[in-house]
Nanobody, 120 residues
Framework: QVQLVESGGGLVQPGGSLRLSCAAS????????MGWYRQAPGKERELVAR???????NYIDSVKGRFTIFRADALNTVYLQMISLKPEDTAVYYC??????????????WGQGTQVTVSA
């Protein structure tokens, strides 16, 4: 119905940068919001950043000033630019979209996750 494909994870040294991307495809009538979540080993999944269809954004405090979420509407793609990465940013990052497929009401869809490891 709706598929999310993430890319851009990897291994980076502290202070380095990465850009994650997430492309949504399928029978999408409209997108309400897209966001990035992360889950570190032994911890709960948490919202990192989110952007609405109107362009409003919100971030968790620990990434403010370092991460930027933005989108390419024509491509149904959302990006997460991460700079000044810290070891505590290490986690599996998941993309989520809240959208309205043509066949159903508003639903959430998740990507498969991409690993980000920050280590010297």
């Amino acid at each position: 119905q709706v598929q999310l494909v993430e890319s851009g994870g990897g291994l980076v040294q502290p202070g380095g940068s990465l850009r994650l991307s997430c492309a949504a495809s399928g029978s999408i009538s409209s997108i309400v919001s897209m966001g990035w979540y992360r889950q570190a080993p032994g911890k709960e999944r948490e919202l990192v950043a989110r952007i609405t269809s109107g362009g409003s954004t919100n971030y968790i405090d620990s990434v403010k000033g370092r991460f930027t979420i933005f989108r390419a509407d024509a491509l149904n793609t959302v990006y997460l630019q991460m700079i000044s990465l810290k070891p505590e940013d290490t986690a599996v990052y998941y993309c989520k979209t809240t959208c309205r497929p043509y066949s159903t009401g508003i639903r959430d869809f998740w990507g498969q996750g991409t690993q980000v490891t920050v280590s010297a």
